[in-house]
């Protein structure tokens, strides 16, 4: 008995330590990056690992201004959050229905949207670029956000029927003794029992899309539709003719940064309660 609490102590020990210096490894290097970002670049290569005696807060607006950070930063802004709201009003439901609905068929449906998150996104270039363009929806916000919408819903559907199939069903059948109908008893019932499964699935999506680059890097041409991620890009690449402004390079990557930061933050209790409830079935 002794030797299994050891033991059990030790497996846990492990895990406190390697999260624990995973957690610190990330802290450590997201403060350095905001810290070079205030510097010049002489002191960022002379000093990296000092404190800016004198922030140069002009490499924000440098970035923000000359380098259309302020375009591309509502750029994402708009596909990302009309992209996850729409991808929950198609998901949610869906999700619902799959884990609460008794009709043949349904494990065939949930399984084909379980197969839909192991397709690799880079099969899907070429078909995704010949369809939107053909539709008039290439180097457009729009295009990309129904293709956004399209991979996304797999995974979010996947993830919000193990929310569904958690919560008791006792509460769906005591409503429906009460009259509401079906649709009433998803809106009413279970959707607010469901919050945090669906914050938790509209983080998830918002960080990664907000983060996305390849399909961007596909579907946009336009400089004027260039989304953050574009930004970092074009920004390194034209750091090979006109130097190497590398100050201006990590303002521009803690302004990516910080709606995620902050996103996380504010909804950091409702995500955590969301998964544990989820894991919970």
């Known amino acids: 008995m002794k030797k299994i609490l050891t033991l ?3 497996k846990r020990g492990l895990s406190y330590l390697v999260v624990g210096g995973w957690s610190a490894f990330s802290v450590f290097f997201i403060l350095w990056i905001i810290l070079a970002s205030l510097k010049r670049n002489r002191d960022l290569f002379g000093k990296p690992w000092s404190f800016p005696a004198d ?6 607006v440098k970035t923000w201004v000359n380098n259309r950070f302020g375009d591309y930063f509502l750029n994402s802004l708009i596909v ?3 992209s996850v709201a729409a991808l929950l009003l198609v998901s949610v439901p869906a999700a619902y229905v799959l884990s609460r609905g008794r009709f043949a068929g349904r494990q065939a ?3 084909f949207f379980a197969f839909g998150m192991g397709v690799p996104i880079p099969l899907l270039f070429v078909p ?5 363009t053909t ?3 290439g180097d457009s916000l729009t295009g990309l956000s129904i293709v956004y919408v399209a991979l996304s819903i797999p995974f979010s559907i996947y993830v919000l029927e193990g929310f569904f199939a958690s919560l008791p069903s006792e509460l769906e059948s005591a409503a429906i003794i009460d009259g509401c109908s079906d649709f009433q008893v998803f809106r009413h019932v279970m959707l607010p029992l469901a919050g945090p499964g669906v914050a938790t699935v509209a983080i998830l999506n918002f960080v990664g899309l907000w983060n996305e680059y390849q399909l961007s890097l596909v579907l946009l041409n336009s400089p004027e539709n260039r989304t953050l991620s574009l930004g970092i890009y074009s920004l390194i690449t034209s750091m090979q003719y006109s130097g190497g402004d590398w100050a201006g390079l ?7 940064m910080v709606p995620t930061i902050l996103l996380f933050i504010i909804l950091s209790e409702r995500m955590i309660s969301g998964i544990t409830m989820g894991g919970v079935k």
């Not at 922030?55 to 924000?60: L, S």
């Open 80 to 82: 990302t959050s009309v």
């Open 55 to 60: 922030p140069a807060w002009g490499n924000y």
């Open 250 to 256: 990590f303002a521009g990557v803690t302004i990516v």
């Open 109 to 111: 449906l949930s399984n």
């Open 135 to 137: 539709m008039r929806l």
């Open 8 to 10: 059990r102590g030790a």
């Open 128 to 132: 995704l670029f010949v369809i939107m």
